[in-house]
C-alpha cells in the first residue's frame, strides 16, 4: 500500500480547537462511588426519599434487637433532606443489659468496600443530636469489623448535642485495606441521631474532591471539552427523578440527592453542577451543559408550561457566568469561586427532537438563552436537515452506537454533508453488542477509523466524545465503557487508549493523505502537524488504521515539508494485541495498550509493516 502525504504548510485544513473531549454520564456508579471521591454510601440516610421509614441501604446495623433499635424519622436539621437516623441503645459497658465487647451501632460500606490506604489522612463530617451523655466510636475497620484500622472517640456530656452539631475530624489509617467500612459504635445506652455522614479522602485531584487515580486518566486524555451529566440521566424515567441542577449547588449536607431512576442508584449529589463546572476547569476544558429541557423518558412538559424550565436554564447560566451581584452567581461565588466559569456550550435536551413537544419548546429555551447570552453556542438534538432560521441551533448533536464493521464504514459518515450551516458533535459513540465486549480490541480499532473521518470531515464535525465513559465494575449497567474501576483499583479499555491517538488532534493543522491499495479496503489513515506548547517542537503525526488481519507493507511518501525529519525524537506507536476480542481486566490491565518505539530512520520516504488489525502513529519531529 502506498500513503501519499502533502504535509504543505499551505495547505491545511485547521482541526476545530474542541474537536476531542470528553463526555460523563452519572451512570454506572461512574460519579457516585466513583470519580466523586466521598467514601460514605447515602450519607444522609436519605436513599429512599423523603418518606419513612427510608431507606438506609447500605448502612447495617451492629448488634442485635436486644441492645440496639435503628430508625429513621424526619428530624434532620436540613429542611432539604429532613430523615435522620435514630439510634436508640438498650445495653451499657457494664451492669445488666452489657453491650458486646466491639459495641453496637451502625456500619457504611462504601460503594463495594472503603478504600482505606495506609498513612492516608481521610476527613470525617457528621451532624449529631442527643440529650444523653456518650462514647460513641468512629472507626475505619476490616469488612468484618474485627481489625481496626483507625479509630475517634467522641465522648459527650447531656448538654453538648442537645441541639444538632456538626462534628468534623481526621482519621488516618495503620494500614491499607480496599475493603473497609466506616462504624459508629458505643457502649452507652441512650438516644442519639445521626445525619449527613460524610468520610473523604484527604488528597483529591486538585483538592477539589474527584478520586485522583481517575480524576488522571481524564487529565491524561487532554480533552477540550466537557459534557455533562448525561445522557438519560438529565432526563430521568420521569421528572421527578431528573437531574436538577439548582439542587445540587450549595452546601453539601443540605443537597436532597435525587434517585437516578434510569440507572437504578441513589445519588447524594455531592458531584454537582458547581463541581462539574470545576472539574472542566480543572481538566482545562470547555464545559457543556446537556439540560433538562423538560422531558423525561416518559413524559414532557408541553410548550404552554414550559416557562419555568426556561427560566431554571437560564438560572443555571447565571449561576456559572453570572457576577457574584447577581443572585445565582452570589451562590457560585458563596462556594468558593467568584469568578465565572466559562460556559459557552448548552445541549438542549438529551436525543430526544422526535418528542411532540421538543422543537416549541426549543425555540422557546433558544431565545431566551441567546436573549441573554447570545455567544452561548446551542446545541440542538434535531439533525441537520431540521436546522432552519426558523429552528435555529449552532450545532446539532448526533450519537452513534453499532457494530464494529458498521463503525469501521462510519469513517466516512461525513464525507457527503454539505459544508456551511452548523456542525455536528459526535457527543456518544461506541461499538456495542457483541464484537465490543466489555471494552475489546476490535471496538476500539472500530471506533479509531470513526474517529480519523472525523478529523478528515472537521469542516462538518466540531466536536466529539465517546460514551460511556466509567463503569464502576461492581454495578455495570451498560458495557463497553472507556475507563473500568473498583474502590482502588482502575484500567483503561482498549478505546480509552487508542483516544491517546488522537489527543493533539485538537486545534492542529490537517494535511490532505490518501492510501492507494488494490483490494484491500481496510486501511484509514490522516496526517496532522501540531506543536508541542511544553518544547516549541513540531510534529508531523501520521496515523494508520488497518482493520484487517493482513499484514501490510506500507510505503509512505511525505511531501511539502519546510523541516527536515528529525530520526531522533521521532516515535513510532501501536495499539494492537493477539486476538481481536482481547481486553484488558484487572489482572491484565496492560494487555492492550499502546507500545512505543523508536523510529530508526525516519524520512520522507518510509518503508514500514502495518500490523494486522492495528492503529498505528508516526510521530515524526521536523
Ligand atoms: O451512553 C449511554 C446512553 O446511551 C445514554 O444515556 C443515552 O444518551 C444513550 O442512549
Not at 296 to 316: C, H, L, M, W, Y
Request: proline share 5%.
Amino acid at each position: 500500500a502506498q500513503l501519499s502525504v502533502n504535509a504543505s504548510p499551505q495547505n491545511t485544513q485547521m482541526i476545530p480547537e474542541n474537536m476531542f473531549g470528553i463526555f460523563f454520564e452519572e451512570i454506572n456508579h461512574a460519579g457516585a462511588g466513583g470519580l466523586w471521591a466521598e467514601l460514605v454510601n447515602n450519607r444522609g440516610f436519605e436513599a429512599g426519599g423523603p418518606n419513612t421509614p427510608s431507606n438506609i441501604d447500605p448502612w447495617l446495623i451492629i448488634g442485635d434487637e436486644l441492645n440496639i433499635i435503628v430508625a429513621t424519622d424526619r428530624s434532620s436539621c436540613f429542611a432539604t433532606n429532613p430523615i435522620a437516623l435514630r439510634m436508640e441503645v438498650l445495653c451499657e459497658s457494664s451492669g445488666n443489659d452489657v453491650c458486646p465487647p466491639g459495641g453496637v451501632g451502625i456500619y457504611n460500606p462504601g460503594f463495594w468496600g472503603m478504600n482505606i490506604e495506609e498513612a492516608k489522612v481521610y476527613k470525617v463530617s457528621m451532624y449529631i443530636r442527643s440529650s444523653d451523655s456518650m462514647d460513641l466510636t468512629v472507626s475505619l475497620t476490616s469488612s468484618d469489623g474485627l481489625q481496626n484500622l483507625a479509630a475517634y472517640t467522641i465522648t459527650a456530656d447531656k448538654e453538648d448535642f442537645k441541639e444538632w452539631a456538626k462534628v468534623e475530624f481526621d482519621l488516618q489509617s495503620s494500614e491499607r485495606n480496599s475493603n473497609s467500612r466506616l462504624q459508629l459504635t458505643t457502649r452507652t445506652s441512650g438516644i442519639v441521631w445521626f445525619d449527613q455522614v460524610s468520610l473523604m479522602p484527604s488528597d483529591t485531584y486538585m483538592g477539589h474532591g474527584y478520586r485522583k487515580d481517575l480524576a488522571s486518566m481524564l487529565a491524561n486524555l487532554k480533552p477540550k471539552f466537557f459534557k455533562f451529566p448525561g445522557g438519560d440521566y438529565v432526563m430521568g424515567n420521569y421528572l421527578l427523578n431528573a437531574f436538577r441542577w439548582s439542587e445540587t449547588v450549595g452546601p453539601w449536607e443540605e443537597r436532597p440527592g435525587h434517585f437516578n431512576d434510569v440507572w437504578g442508584y441513589w445519588t447524594d449529589d455531592g458531584l454537582g453542577f458547581f463541581e462539574f463546572l470545576q472539574l472542566a476547569e480543572d481538566l482545562g476544558a470547555c464545559p457543556v451543559w446537556v439540560v433538562n429541557d423538560g422531558a423525561s423518558r416518559n413524559e414532557q412538559v408541553p410548550s404552554a408550561t414550559i416557562a419555568a424550565f426556561v427560566k431554571d436554564v437560564v438560572d443555571g447560566i447565571e449561576f456559572a457566568r453570572g457576577d457574584p451581584g447577581t443572585s445565582w452567581g452570589s451562590v457560585r461565588a458563596a462556594m468558593g469561586h467568584p469568578e465565572p466559569f466559562q460556559l459557552n456550550y448548552i445541549s438542549m435536551g438529551n436525543q430526544e427532537c422526535s418528542m411532540h413537544y421538543y422543537k416549541e419548546n426549543y425555540r422557546k429555551f433558544y431565545s431566551a438563552i441567546k436573549a441573554s447570552y447570545p455567544d452561548i453556542k446551542i446545541i440542538s438534538s434535531c439533525d441537520r436537515s431540521t436546522i432552519s432560521p426558523v429552528e435555529p441551533a449552532d450545532l446539532y448533536d448526533v450519537h452513534v452506537y453499532t457494530s464494529s464493521g458498521d463503525m469501521f464504514s462510519k469513517s466516512s459518515m461525513f464525507d457527503s454533508t454539505p459544508r456551511g450551516g452548523p456542525k455536528a458533535i459526535v457527543s456518544e459513540y461506541a461499538v456495542t453488542g457483541n464484537d465490543a465486549g466489555r471494552g475489546t480490541l476490535v471496538a476500539a480499532l472500530a471506533e479509531a477509523a470513526f474517529l480519523i473521518g472525523l478529523e478528515r470531515n472537521s469542516d462538518a464535525v466540531e466536536m466529539a466524545s465517546c460514551a460511556p465513559l466509567f463503569v464502576n465494575d461492581n454495578d455495570r449497567r451498560w458495557s463497553p465503557d472507556a475507563i473500568v474501576f473498583n474502590s482502588w483499583q482502575h484500567y483503561g479499555c482498549p478505546n480509552y487508549w487508542m483516544l491517546h491517538f488522537f489527543k493533539e488532534s485538537s486545534g492542529a493543522a490537517l494535511h490532505p493523505s490518501t492510501i492507494q491499495v488494490s483490494n484491500y479496503n481496510q486501511l484509514v489513515a490522516s496526517a496532522i502537524t501540531w506543536q508541542n506548547s511544553k518544547d516549541g517542537n513540531t510534529y508531523l503525526k501520521i496515523k494508520v488504521l488497518n482493520f484487517g488481519n493482513k499484514a501490510v507493507d506500507l510505503s509512505i511518501s511525505i511531501t511539502g515539508l519546510e523541516n527536515e525529519i528529525q530520526t531522533f525524537g521521532s516515535i513510532k506507536t501501536v495499539l494492537t494485541s493477539g486476538s481481536l476480542r482481547d481486553e484488558n481486566s484487572f489482572q491484565q490491565p496492560d494487555k492492550v495498550v499502546p507500545v512505543e518505539s523508536p523510529i530508526s530512520n525516519a524520512r520522507e520516504e518510509m518503508s514500514l509493516v502495518l500490523d494486522p488489525y492495528s492503529l498505528t502513529s508516526f510521530d515524526l519531529l521536523l
